[in-house]
């Protein structure tokens, strides 16, 4: 399946026509899709077998061996990674990003998760000992994300863990962190925006950063923290194992809110919001009419 721009301003919605509205944390999300096929095609019969309901054959499902096969996958993970970051990073004064490296290559992906498990138990003891802070202080939730650095740093793992505390976020040195961490360097970053951190991941999960000499490959211009960098279209995907989550998180988060209403009701509700973002594109081959998407993303002020 290919992905085709297309011109937003081209696109025009009646006050009536339906449209699915999404309130994550300060963001709006406003999605019209035209000619979505709604009917299921496929009817699982095992993990490896499935039955084509047009043919009715039986076919062999295929093996993807990482996540850059299942681009639809990695797609909705994402997504589900920004609303929840979205939906529970709102105070940021409660937050603390964490950046954790290993000073020898780790290249085992389960035990990576294991180490993030152990330091967070670690953290947790060291919180409850200090007499100094407030019971909200100690308790908070966490989103883990598991990033592979690439060739250019020997296809090692590091962890991003954003805490969430219940109180305004205590102060935790670095070099606190780097001992009870235990294997390597660590940075310790205030979190400024909610909406800024879920676009950081989305633009660093799926695609590489480009080095020079690698004329092969689709490469795209992104701003981050300010700065023009240019990535390798999808070139982190293939770090990632089939059956390996991008994230994990902590039990009951906050989830976005998810409902379908009228175009007017949609453009009533974000009245009290700014448009920061559109993009328009049809998903199908050339040949065919393929399927419609558009998206607003609204920021209340």
């Known amino acids: 399946m290919k ?34 096929n709604k009917k299921c095609l496929i009817q699982n019969i095992s993990k490896d077998k499935y039955l084509d309901k047009e043919t009715g054959e039986i ?4 093996k993807s061996e990482n996540r850059y096969q299942s681009p639809k996958s990695v797609r909705k993970s994402i997504n ?30 389960t035990k990576v998760y294991e180490d993030g498990k152990m330091f ?8 409850n000992n200090q007499t100094e802070l407030s019971v909200g202080q100690k308790l908070f939730k966490r989103i883990t994300v598991a990033e592979p650095q690439g060739e250019s740093h020997g296809n090692s793992w590091h962890l ?20 009870l961490w235990g294997h390597g360097m660590t940075d310790t970053h205030k979190v400024y925006d909610a909406d800024g951190l879920a676009l950081y991941f989305k633009v660093y999960l799926s695609d ?39 994230f994990s998180a902590s039990r009951g988060m906050k989830r976005p809110v998810v ?34 998407i558009d998206k607003r993303y609204y920021r209340k002020n």
């Open 160 to 179: 991003h863990i954003l805490l969430i505390f219940q109180d305004i976020a205590p102060f935790i040195s670095n070099d606190v962190i780097t001992e």
């Open 59 to 62: 076919k062999e499902r295929k």
């Open 120 to 127: 967070l138990r670690r953290l947790q003891q060291y919180l």
């Open 3 to 36: 992905i085709r721009k297309v011109n937003s301003n081209q696109i025009i919605l009646h006050e009536n026509t339906e449209v699915k509205f999404k309130i994550a944390g300060n963001t709006r999300e406003v999605q019209f899709s035209a000619g979505v």
């Open 80 to 109: 589900k990674l920004m609303d929840l970051i979205r939906c529970n990073a709102t105070e940021t004064s409660s937050c603390k990003w964490l950046t954790l490296t290993y000073a020898d290559v780790m290249i085992d992906h």
């Open 259 to 292: 409902e379908k209403i009228s175009n007017k009701e949609a453009m009533e509700r974000v009245s009290d919001c700014k448009l920061v973002y559109q993009e328009t594109f049809v998903i199908g081959d050339k040949e065919k009419k393929g399927n419609l």
């Open 208 to 246: 590489v950063e480009y080095v020079e000499g690698d004329e092969t490959y689709d490469v795209v211009d992104k701003v981050v923290d300010g700065k023009s960098k240019q990535f390798i279209k999808g070139g982190r995907l293939k770090y990632y194992p089939t059956g390996m989550p991008l």
